[in-house]
């Protein structure tokens, strides 16, 4: 399964985990909604800074 | 390998592969730069409308 793990971007520390095996991703009207492989949704204010799929790796900000 | 697709979105027409075996999305300041798994790269004006990554999909609209 090629899910990725959504991870937000914070200046100055580590990136933190805030969704696991995410398989979709949609922007919504006020930010980003993820859903994980098993239908479990996120919904953040936040904007795609960086994808690395063959690291399985989302990266947010806060927008 | 869970690299994917990306495909550019068009109203009212079928989505057209832009880039096979995408690893890398950056934002770029101009649009996104996209790098697949060889280090083959590619920008575009454009935005991220869906991430589907169990089918390999990135579908890109031009901003």
Not at 44 to 50: D, F, L, P
Request: proline share 2%.
């Amino acid at each position: 399964m090629c899910e990725a793990n959504a991870y937000l971007r914070k200046q100055g520390e580590e990136d933190e985990l805030f969704l696991e095996m995410v398989d979709h991703v949609l922007p919504h009207e006020d930010g980003l909604m993820l859903e994980d492989i098993f239908g479990k949704r996120k919904m953040i204010k936040a904007k795609i800074v960086e994808l690395a799929l063959v690291d399985h790796k989302i990266i947010l900000e806060r927008a």
